[in-house]
């Protein structure tokens, strides 16, 4: 079992900067694959920027040039450092991750993900 944390979420004016960490515990040998996902409010669960096959990423076109995932397999930490943030960014983040080394071009979808974190909130105001 592997078991995520996520924080670093809050709130901030359109234009500006938080970066999100997920901290990951447990059974991580088997962990592969990571990533972001968001749910804004009334909306379904989207994905934001993963690692798939290990070391590439893929963005979701609408964060693209904003947002930055990275990772520290030392600390098992994944970050999603999210610049000039628009209020269309406001939702809950989530981490995830996989038993498996997801091949996608794009964004995996949510079902691909076997582990998820409790989400933090992130909300930008106008």
């Known amino acids: 079992q592997v078991h995520l944390v996520e924080s670093g979420g809050g709130s901030v004016q359109s234009g500006g900067s938080l970066r999100l960490s997920c901290a990951a515990s447990?059974?991580?040998?088997?962990?592969?694959?990571m990533g972001w996902f968001r749910q804004p409010p009334g909306k379904e669960r989207e994905g934001v920027a993963t690692?798939?096959?290990?070391?590439?990423?893929t963005y979701a076109d609408s964060v693209k040039g904003r947002f930055t995932i990275s990772r520290d397999n030392a600390k098992n930490t994944l970050y999603l450092q999210m610049n000039n943030l628009e209020p269309e960014d406001t939702a809950m983040y989530y981490c995830?991750?996989?038993?498996?080394?997801?091949?996608?071009?794009?964004?995996?979808?949510?079902?691909?993900?076997?582990?998820w974190g409790q989400g933090t909130q992130v909300t930008v105001s106008s």
């Open positions: 995830a991750a996989s038993r498996f080394r997801l091949s996608y071009r794009a964004v995996p979808p949510p079902e691909a993900f076997d582990y």
């Open positions: 690692f798939v096959r290990d070391v590439r990423t």
């Open positions: 447990g059974d991580t040998d088997n962990m592969f694959s």
